[in-house]
């Protein structure tokens, strides 16, 4: 910066008073001697003041929403609990199936009991979720996962020590929850003007991914303190925040003209002839499927880093770490029209940074780029949902919730194969790198087939 600039011009003399007809300048006693000299100090400094405030806005998460919406900040804060304790328990269950077996293949199809009732029961609870009121479906959605949590708690309490049953409350806590999910999604548009669902979406995602960090911590405390049934009851307890959300809610039935009962398959032929949502889903299947090694990660762990289950765990936390850190630093989000570039932009990021993951040796290096990883997978996803609840007609904001749990459920299954399948024909270096490089190349080749999708403008929204 040059210092030779001129000096500033000095400020106009006071006034003179009334009361001593101009013997002498008036004197603001308020007014810092500098500034009555000439020299211009409070105004920069107040100019400052607004600009840092202006920055703070326009980094950190909007949270309009919250202060302005008191229903959704009822809802926001139960799904914060309730996500915390349903992390909780999932590690619970991972270490009690292991505790009773000693077998990574039994602990896994904890996993596999999860993901049939998902597809299943997102699919048909969408199409629930437009058909019938959407805060009772809720309400039976949370009465019904800590009811599961409650189980699971007595059969820790009671030393049962069987794997069936785990299993079992496994494959209903999913059922309950693809049934419920759609139509806690399918309120949020409802529950916020739409100028704030950008902001809205970004809050969820804190509150998701504060669930995927902070609950396996707390539940890896509490079991190894008092055991497993600790989780379960906290979990529990947790899900009464949602309940009481949900039950200040007012009804919230579909809007709309609806002759009979919603079908799965009019939402399949919806999303089949709206192209901008259509493209919204194929964008994130690209990154799920090329660009997620996550059943790689001990591999990875062994050959990259000569690491043990310590590392795996941090490579496993570390998407989820970057994705809190862009949702809290989401405050600029709201300001982009153009949502399907953005939504293409940060899905070729994602694939850039695990194709980078994949040529790095170094643990630290790797580590944060799995976090860029998962702040530019957070970007995508926030405005995503947002194309789909502006978009979409309200009657239909169910099933498609539906399909999009069903996308997030199985997305990443397929990419576990695929990454796991590239792998053992080639090396897991070979696997990631070239996933990722996938993910750029479908999100090029979507670009270049849907040129009106890199044109989608928020202000102007269509399906």
């Known amino acids: ?17 009334s009361a001593d007809d101009g013997a002498r300048p008036a004197q603001a006693p308020d007014v810092p001697i500098a500034a009555q000299t000439g020299v211009p100090i409070a105004a920069p400094i107040a100019g400052r003041g607004r600009w840092y405030r202006r920055a703070a806005r326009g980094a950190f998460a909007d949270l309009t929403p919250l202060r302005e919406n008191a229903d959704y900040r009822r809802v926001w804060f139960g799904q914060a609990v309730s996500s915390i304790g349903q992390q909780m328990t999932a590690v619970a269950v991972s270490v009690q199936v292991y505790d009773l077996t000693g077998s990574s293949f039994a602990t896994g199809l904890t996993g596999l009991c999860s993901l049939f009732p998902l597809i299943a029961f997102g699919l048909y609870g969408g ?7 959407r805060r009772r479906l809720g309400l039976i959605g949370a009465a019904g996962l800590a009811l599961v949590s409650a189980v699971l708690a007595c059969q820790a309490l009671a030393d049962l020590g069987q794997v069936l049953v785990l299993y079992a409350a496994v494959a209903a806590q999913a059922a309950f929850f693809a049934i419920s999910s759609p139509a806690r999604s399918a309120m949020i548009p409802r529950l916020v003007p739409s100028h704030q669902l950008p902001a809205a979406n970004a809050l969820n995602t804190v509150s998701m991914n504060l669930g995927l960090t902070v609950g396996p911590m707390i539940g890896g405390v509490l079991i190894g303190a008092y055991g497993a049934q ?6 529990t307890v947790a899900f009464t925040a949602t309940l009481y959300a949900m039950w200040r809610l007012p009804a919230m039935r579909p809007l709309g003209d609806r002759k009979g009962r919603a079908s799965v398959l009019d939402g399949l032929r919806f999303l089949r002839e709206q192209p901008n949502l259509r493209t919204s889903f194929l964008a994130d299947l690209a990154a799920m499927i090329f660009g997620m ?3 790689i990660f001990p591999a990875i762990a062994v050959g990259f880093y000569g690491g043990d289950a310590r590392t795996v765990g941090l490579l496993v936390a570390a998407p989820a770490v970057g ?5 809290l630093f989401s405050g600029w989000i709201g300001k982009i029209h153009r949502q399907g570039a953005a939504v293409l932009v940060s899905v070729a990021a994602w694939g850039l940074a695990i194709a980078a993951f994949g040529l790095v040796r170094n643990l630290w290096l790797g580590l944060l780029l799995l976090a860029v990883a998962g702040c530019a997978d957070t ?12 978009a979409a007609p309200d009657e239909m904001r169910g099933r498609l919730q539906g399909i ?19 792998a053992s024909l080639t090396s897991p270096a070979v696997s990631v790198v070239t ?5 750029v190349a479908a999100i090029l080749l979507l670009a270049a087939r849907r040129p009106a999708f890199l044109r989608y403008d928020a202000r102007h929204p269509t399906p």
């Open 404 to 422: 999009f749990i069903v996308v997030v459920a199985g997305g990443p299954r397929l990419g576990d194969f695929e990454s796991g399948a590239v």
């Open 230 to 235: 600790s989780a379960y009851l906290v979990d």
């Open 127 to 133: 199409a629930i979720a437009d058909t019938v009121d």
């Open 293 to 295: 090694p996550r059943a």
């Open 323 to 327: 994705a809190l850190a862009g949702a």
């Open 1 to 17: 910066m040059s210092t030779n600039q001129p000096a500033p011009a000095p400020l106009p003399p006071p006034a003179p008073s």
């Open 435 to 439: 996933g990722g490089l996938a993910c």
């Open 379 to 390: 970007v995508s996803m926030i405005f995503r949902n947002t194309m789909m609840q502006v």
